[in-house]
């Protein structure tokens, strides 16, 4: 437990460094939704128009193998990418309408949330395999560069060492190989599937517009999900052509559309706890839409 807990505090704080300046923005254009709530119009090919970043990196596998294999255009929908956005502006690209959807992970959210950012996540993306599963295919490992560091094997050996900055954290489909000691993974972090959780997520008022598109999106999301899980090596290659990197391993994702308050719960505790939030300032039921249609 004490190895959880050791985890779990290093995580939020890394989230409170990286996500705290989304207050500010959630709370400067939490209100600015003019046109994030736009009226959605048919293409002359029969679509409907989803926009959103342009999928470009190592995690963007959901999005390539839904739209390649036409689950999208099952449901109505085309996504529309409309470019690089830096990962700081793409909350307030779906806030100001430049954008309709995006993915975050609970922590994201709520750090946005609490500020003022009008978004609820409607559909769950990467999770976090069983501890029965492939270990390969958790979400996130914490890692030491064996030829600096040879004798550290876990965090307790990270005592040893002088100094605060003591590792490096990353994926298990990072786009190059590099040499490294994995010490911990996702599933140390105590919080089970949910270590891995993601959300795609809408601007209430687009949620409120336009809830079947919600459903159509969430369904088209799903299926290719389910069939990169199901498909890993296929899906890895579709990656890779798209975004011309090397790409060595595809996340784990969600393979339906239940929405679990057990998921959310633990990550608002975090934050709060860790100071990051006020305690009671976002609910669950604020920051994923509980109403499964």
Same mark, same amino acid.
């Given at each position: 437990? =004490?190895?959880?807990?050791?985890?779990?505090?290093?995580? @939020?704080?890394?989230?409170?460094?990286?996500?705290?300046?989304?207050?500010?923005?959630? =709370?400067? +254009?939490?209100?600015?939704?003019? =046109?994030?709530?736009?009226?959605?119009?048919?293409?002359?090919?029969?679509?409907?128009?989803?926009?959103?970043?342009?999928?470009? =990196?190592?995690?963007?596998? *959901?999005?390539?193998?839904?739209?390649?294999?036409?689950?999208?255009?099952?449901?109505?929908?085309?996504?529309?990418?409309?470019?690089?956005?830096?990962?700081?502006?793409?909350?307030?690209?779906?806030?100001?309408?430049?954008? &309709?959807?995006?993915?975050?992970?609970?922590?994201?959210?709520?750090?946005?949330?609490?500020?003022?950012?009008?978004?609820?996540?409607?559909?769950?993306?990467?999770?976090? *395999?069983?501890?029965?599963?492939?270990?390969? +295919?958790?979400?996130?490992?914490?890692?030491?560069?064996?030829?600096?560091? *040879? @004798?550290?094997?876990?965090?307790? &050996?990270?005592?040893?060492? *002088?100094?605060?900055?003591?590792?490096?954290? @990353?994926?298990?489909?990072?786009?190059?190989?590099?040499?490294?000691?994995?010490?911990?993974?996702?599933?140390?972090?105590?919080?089970?599937?949910?270590?891995?959780?993601?959300?795609?997520?809408?601007? @209430?008022?687009?949620?409120?517009?336009n809830p079947e598109i919600v459903q159509k999106f969430a369904r088209a999301m799903v299926k290719g999900q389910r069939w990169a899980n199901e498909h890993p090596e296929e899906a890895?290659?579709?990656?890779? &052509?798209?975004?011309?990197?090397?790409?060595?391993?595809?996340?784990?994702?969600?393979? &339906?559309?239940?929405?679990?308050?057990?998921?959310?719960?633990?990550?608002?505790?975090d934050l709060e706890n860790a100071g990051v939030i006020p305690k009671g300032k976002v609910k669950v039921a604020d920051l994923v839409n509980l109403v499964q249609k």
């Amino acid at each position: 437990m =004490a190895k959880s807990k050791n985890v779990k505090m290093v995580l @939020t704080g890394i989230v409170g460094l990286v996500i705290g300046g989304a207050i500010i923005y959630g =709370a400067h +254009l939490g209100n600015k939704q003019a =046109a994030a709530g736009h009226d959605i119009a048919t293409s002359d090919d029969g679509l409907i128009p989803i926009r959103t970043v342009s999928q470009t =990196a190592c995690g963007s596998t *959901p999005w390539v193998v839904t739209d390649q294999l036409g689950f999208f255009k099952k449901e109505g929908l085309k996504v529309v990418y409309t470019g690089d956005t830096q990962p700081n502006q793409i909350i307030p690209s779906v806030l100001n309408g430049n954008n &309709d959807v995006a993915s975050s992970h609970p922590n994201g959210l709520a750090v946005a949330i609490a500020g003022g950012a009008k978004i609820k996540g409607v559909v769950k993306g990467g999770i976090d *395999p069983k501890p029965e599963q492939d270990p390969k +295919l958790r979400h996130m490992f914490w890692y030491i560069n064996p030829n600096v560091t *040879p @004798t550290i094997h876990s965090f307790a &050996d990270l005592n040893s060492l *002088p100094g605060r900055l003591k590792f490096s954290v @990353t994926t298990n489909n990072s786009c190059s190989d590099f040499l490294a000691n994995n010490i911990a993974d996702s599933l140390d972090a105590g919080l089970g599937v949910s270590g891995g959780v993601g959300y795609y997520y809408f601007t @209430t008022d687009f949620i409120e517009k336009n809830p079947e598109i919600v459903q159509k999106f969430a369904r088209a999301m799903v299926k290719g999900q389910r069939w990169a899980n199901e498909h890993p090596e296929e899906a890895r290659k579709m990656t890779e &052509d798209w975004i011309k990197v090397p790409v060595n391993a595809t996340h784990y994702y969600a393979a &339906d559309s239940e929405i679990s308050e057990d998921l959310v719960v633990p990550w608002i505790e975090d934050l709060e706890n860790a100071g990051v939030i006020p305690k009671g300032k976002v609910k669950v039921a604020d920051l994923v839409n509980l109403v499964q249609k």
